[in-house]
């Protein structure tokens, strides 16, 4: 969650998400160890997508681009997807889903499902859709021996009807068809993580079943002062993967914290 303005000196709840991303893209830059990429998962922009907002994202992102690391976007129910791929023409036509912004990182040890959750821009609950759903059961079916680690932006979002009535209305802040797209996650055994942002909250939780979901960390600002913002470093092997936060608060109690995530 990047929520960039046009305007460079636009602020929310006190933080100047311009800084913030420059200071992230100083950071990647510093690393010792180059990384393979960037990606931004989701709320790109900061309230409804305007044309600027991506205008001034590609303008931040330059230094990135300069030094030869990839960059790739997920969409969130922030960002409006025609003028993102207005902004970013190289997409357009590349999804492998109609009216969707998702596709496949392949790389040696793992492949990277990006998905696109926006469902209606500026309102908060996000939808992956029966298509997409479809094209990501489709794509777990046919690499079955390689670890997949999903990435969009809206957090899984279920409801047990044993504990609320399932007549008592709940409003939906996350995916709008959660269930149907864990059972497509749970039913493949290649699918080993799932990493989502919107709630701008770190944590990671391990499931029963073995597939981990990870909320990320925004570089923007952050709705509980006590959580931290910052982003992720992830160095994935044929083992499993290795994520490291890095708080733009070096103070913060879990700044450097990691969590090893195995395949088994």
């Avoid at 709840?13 to 950071?27: C, F, I, P, S």
Wanted: hydrophobic share 35%.
């Amino acid at each position: 969650d990047t929520h960039i303005a046009a305007e460079p000196a636009a602020e929310s709840r006190g933080v100047n998400m311009t800084a913030h991303l420059e200071k992230v893209v100083a950071e990647i830059l510093a690393e010792r160890d180059q990384l393979s990429g960037v990606i931004i998962d989701g709320d790109v922009a900061l309230d409804d997508g305007q044309p600027g907002d991506y205008t001034q994202l590609k303008k931040l992102l330059e230094p990135l681009v300069g030094a030869g690391r990839p960059i790739h976007c997920t969409l969130g129910n922030h960002d409006d997807r025609a003028h993102f791929l207005d902004a970013y023409p190289e997409f357009s036509g590349a999804s492998s889903v109609e009216n969707k912004h998702c596709s496949v990182i392949e790389t040696g040890p793992a492949n990277l499902v990006l998905i696109d959750t926006l469902r209606f821009v500026d309102q908060v609950e996000g939808e992956i859709g029966a298509t997409q759903q479809k094209w990501i059961a489709e794509y777990l079916e046919a690499n079955p021996d390689k670890p997949a680690i999903i990435i969009g932006h809206h957090y899984p979002q279920v409801f047990r009807t044993d504990v609320i009535p399932g007549d008592k209305e709940i409003k939906i802040s996350g995916l709008i068809d959660s269930e149907s797209f864990l059972e497509v996650l749970h039913s493949h055994p290649a699918a080993k993580a799932y990493l989502f942002g919107h709630s701008h909250r770190w944590g990671v939780q391990m499931e029963e079943n073995e597939l981990t979901q990870v909320n990320l960390p925004p570089t923007a600002y952050v709705f509980d002062r006590t959580r931290p913002s910052g982003w992720v470093r992830a160095a994935i092997s044929a083992e499993g993967m290795k994520l490291e936060l890095r708080s733009l608060d070096p103070s913060h109690p879990q700044h450097g914290e990691t969590h090893n995530l195995a395949w088994s």
